[in-house]
């Protein structure tokens, strides 16, 4: 394996990262002193050789003086040996007595003392007629040690003449070698370029500007495709979506009214979901007022923040180029083909092909994160691969006659096989985009043809240093880029470690192709895990089974996705039949996703940051060393897959034997969901009443499995705040549900349309609840006793929770969604709130916020009080009040941040009231 390229290329990278943002300084003088310090170890390294070089001259004439090269005694006239040939040209001067004249190695006529052939002698005949190296008639082999000295005519012993010479000396000053001066070269060349881009955040006005918050007129250079933010859950609401947009600018306006010419990176963010901003292609120039701000960090490849205010227009000053034009025409003819595609093929094929993410729901984003298979929507290097080995074939065999692929089929030469795969690659640059993986796999993918235009093989390590070198000294910024660092792991596992553990899995015997996709998809999780544990701080159980059943489904979708892509401007039935064949594997690997992500034990928390990383690289390490020597009977094996299996699935009959969890006869359970709320009622076997849904779909799809919930005859929905409906997916996600209940009261408006277009989607029917409505399922029965009908306009979403009176088994349960005091108080002056008798448990209103009305606390006198809230919310929920008044009434006070997931569990006992509980810790 040859590794001379990666010490270079990880200086490289080291240098530049640290660099970035060093002050410009510190990069001059390490770029100076490395550059100095290379030349010098070139010159040192130069001197070495020539002396290697002299003193194996003299070495070699030493040796000749003995023998050969120089007259000495016994010598013939003329400096030539007696019985030797001249040592200018030893193999045409002078015959060897008693052996064969090497100008004519087949004499005619027989050798004096020896029998006559009857076949012409063979070349370099020994005497007597035999070829040198067959044994000797009656006699030992020559050279035969046994014969007690060397026959005749074999080399003397000991002879340097006769022996062949040393191989070269290695030199005794290893840091004499010219790859020391490579690396340092490296180091001063990543220096300067990182220096230079480094300054380029601080050339101008533009940074000044920001520090200062100045409004300014800007004119943009987009250099990026615009994306739009995805919701985030801040507590009660969700975070409005904005367009964000890459740009350079290189005109600037000052409130002075200075104008000023620059080319400073900017990260524009616009106040808008759409409109016109998210048609701006690359390297469109545009003119637009905002405000400028610092960025959030130190370390980004910005210099500010440019905030466009909601209502406000680009205005186009120069078109985009050609190229990108050409490009923009292509992902718009894709996402057009594939308009007609169901759901999570339709978001995810663009995605796969082209990188397009745009239509990628927040829920299908969150579950390929989990499964680590956010890689496929990055357009990994396996979509440039699989298109460069539909054009050359193989790559080892690239330049061989024997190459595959289409260009030897339609009898292109290697040399235009290599052009043609240049235009390919550019091309996939341009429409894929920059993006860090692309442009590693762009990279290589370009010395592979370079390999294979010279018809000279090529090493994939060096390939991939070499790709990394240029690609840092070219965008330092790649150094800081997670996304790089993934990509060029994930690529390096592939070539070392995947081959190998390949290898071992198939002495013990494992089908080859199962070993070959077993190793590869091992070998990257190992080496990208610990990243991706600095990020998440979250390592997935799932990730290599999910990497290996959506493996089968990439290479097709990826060849129909670009013959979609590549027919849906000149015949758009035929790119939507590809389009439509593509489908099947997209939606083939969005299941896998959302089938992993759902698993109760899919993943595990981990500490986060390098610490963490630092900690689960030790710990891969560690595991597979064990590995290798525990892992060798196929039934130790088969026990830890079957292990691993009940982990992560985690069927409720054996979890709840093995953890008690779920409790036999729960009758509610208060799902463990953050900063939210839902909660579960036991409605029978495999069903549940579900009271909201929390912020995060995963968490309570998870909450559900783990309880065997299949069927929900209702799911009520106190009101439309984030936190209590925007994990509605989760719930709605491969269960039979009767219908979804929700407050009067439209607000926020955002949220209640996301609920209606979610129900529609799923064809669950939407109706309100109100006061004096009852119902039954199963042995659970329960009343609603708040909002009124009419309702007057409450001062917010709050006050018009739905609030529940729950009677199973013998329990009675108050419900109060996020009520706060004023409604609290009008519930207890209506009729049903005058007779509410003390109740066993309570939810809490609000997450145990300090805004309680203690006449209802009193009212209610409750056993048991839940609290839901998430860890070290920003809110300090519970409040030490709220907590301390319900302990000082007798209550027993539990909350999920501290206690985990919930459960009541009740039994009827003739008219008692027993009650149980259960959690599931943290």
Request: positive net charge; contains cysteine; proline residues 10%.
């Amino acid at each position: 394996m040859d590794l001379r390229l990666v010490p270079p290329a990880l200086a490289a990278w080291l240098t530049a990262a640290v660099a970035l943002t060093a002050p410009w300084r510190w990069a001059v003088v390490v770029a100076a002193v490395s550059l100095v310090a290379g030349l010098a170890f070139l010159v040192a390294s130069g001197r070495g050789r020539r002396r290697q070089g002299g003193a194996a001259r003299g070495a070699s004439g030493t040796r000749l003086g003995h023998g050969v090269g120089v007259a000495s005694e016994g010598s013939a006239p003329g400096g030539h040996v007696a019985g030797g040939s001249d040592p200018r040209n030893p193999v045409l001067e002078g015959p060897v007595p008693g052996g064969s004249d090497p100008r004519n190695p087949m004499p005619e006529g027989p050798v004096p003392g020896g029998p006559a052939p009857r076949n012409p002698a063979p070349r370099n005949s020994a005497p007597g007629g035999l070829a040198r190296g067959n044994p000797t008639p009656g006699g030992p082999a020559p050279g035969d040690l046994t014969s007690g000295g060397p026959a005749p005519g074999s080399p003397a012993p000991g002879n340097p003449a006769l022996q062949d010479p040393p191989p070269p000396a290695t030199p005794t000053h290893p840091w004499r070698s010219p790859s020391v001066a490579v690396l340092l070269f490296c180091i001063a060349a990543a220096a300067a370029s990182a220096g230079l881009h480094g300054a380029d955040l601080h050339r101008g006005p533009v940074p000044g500007l920001a520090v200062q918050h100045a409004r300014v007129d800007a004119e943009l250079e987009v250099t990026s495709d615009p994306r739009v933010t995805r919701p985030r859950i801040t507590g009660d609401h969700a975070a409005p979506s904005a367009v964000l947009i890459e740009a350079d600018v290189v005109r600037v306006k000052a409130p002075d009214g200075a104008v000023s010419r620059t080319s400073v990176p900017v990260l524009v963010l616009v106040e808008a979901r759409g409109g016109p901003w998210l048609s701006l292609l690359p390297s469109t120039r545009i003119a637009v007022r905002g405000g400028l701000v610092p960025p959030l960090r130190n370390g980004d490849r910005i210099a500010a923040v440019l905030r466009v205010a909601h209502g406000e227009r680009p205005r186009v000053v120069a078109g985009p180029s050609g190229p990108q034009r050409l490009a923009g025409a292509l992902r718009a003819g894709l996402r057009e083909a594939t308009d007609g595609l169901p759901g999570d093929a339709r978001a995810l094929l663009p995605g796969l092909v082209v990188g397009d993410t745009a239509r990628v729901t927040s829920e299908l984003h969150a579950a390929f994160q989990a499964t680590d298979l956010l890689h496929l929507m990055a357009v990994s290097g396996a979509n440039f691969t699989i298109l460069l080995a539909l054009l050359i074939g193989p790559p080892g065999i690239a330049h061989r006659v024997e190459r595959r692929g289409l260009a030897p089929r339609i009898g292109l030469s290697l040399r235009a096989t290599a052009l043609l795969g240049g235009v390919l690659t550019l091309g996939f640059v341009v429409v894929c985009r920059p993006e860090p993986s692309v442009l590693r796999a762009a990279s290589c993918g370009a010395i592979a043809l370079l390999a294979v235009a010279t018809g000279r093989r090529r090493s994939l390590i060096p390939a991939l240093a070499t790709a990394v070198l240029l690609l840092v000294l070219y965008d330092p910024w790649l150094a800081r880029s997670y996304g790089f660092l993934l990509s060029v792991l994930a690529t390096g596992a592939l070539l070392t470690l995947a081959p190998r553990w390949s290898a071992g899995l198939r002495r013990r015997g494992v089908p080859a192709r199962l070993a070959e996709a077993l190793g590869a998809a091992g070998a990257a999780q190992a080496v990208c895990a610990p990243v991706v544990a600095v990020l998440a701080a979250r390592v997935s159980l799932v990730a290599v089974p999910c990497n290996l059943l959506a493996e089968f489904a990439v290479a097709p979708a990826t060849v129909l996705g670009f013959a979609a892509l590549a027919t849906a401007q000149v015949a758009m039935p035929v790119a939507e039949f590809f389009a439509w064949c593509a489908g099947w594997p997209a939606g083939w690997i969005a299941d896998i996703a959302r089938a992993g992500a759902a698993l109760p034990g899919g993943g595990v928390d981990w500490p986060g940051g390098w610490r963490g990383g630092v900690l689960l690289a030790v710990g891969t390490v560690v595991a597979v060393w064990l590995g290798r020597r525990v892992l060798r009977s196929p039934w130790v094996v088969a026990g830890c897959v079957l292990v691993l299996v009940l982990m992560v699935v985690r069927p409720p009959p054996l979890t709840r034997v093995i953890t008690g969890w779920p409790p036999p006869g729960w009758r509610l359970v208060m799902c463990d969901v953050g900063q939210g709320d839902a909660l579960v009622l036991a409605a029978g076997a495999g069903a549940g009443v579900v009271v909201d849904a929390g912020p995060d779909p995963l968490l309570v799809d998870r909450c559900l499995r783990s309880l065997g919930i299949t069927k929900v005859p209702l799911v009520l929905l106190t009101h439309f705040h984030a936190d209590h409906v925007a994990g509605l997916a989760g719930v709605l996600r491969g269960r039979s549900v009767g219908v979804i209940e929700t407050t009067g009261f439209q607000e926020p408006v955002g949220q209640a349309a996301f609920v209606r277009r979610l129900a529609a989607r799923h064809g669950v029917p939407v109706a309100g609840a109100v006061a004096g409505e009852r119902r039954r399922t199963g042995p659970l029965d329960w009343e609603v006793l708040w909002p009124p009908r009419p309702m007057v306009t409450p001062d917010g979403p709050n006050d018009a929770s739905v609030t529940l009176f729950v009677r199973t088994a013998g329990l009675t349960m108050l419900l109060l969604g996020d009520l706060e005091p004023a409604s609290q108080r009008a519930l207890l002056r209506t009729g049903d709130g005058a007779r509410l008798p003390p109740v066993d448990v309570l939810k809490v209103a609000h997450h145990g916020s300090a805004y309680q009305d203690p006449g209802l606390l009193r009212r209610a006198a409750p056993r048991l009080a839940l609290i839901s809230c998430g860890v070290d919310n920003p809110y300090g929920h519970p409040s030490p009040r709220t907590v301390g008044a319900l302990q000082g009434r007798g209550a027993a006070v539990l909350r999920t941040d501290r206690d985990g997931a919930i459960a009541v569990v009740g039994r009827d006992e003739g008219g008692g009231r027993g009650l149980g509980v259960a959690h599931s810790g943290r």
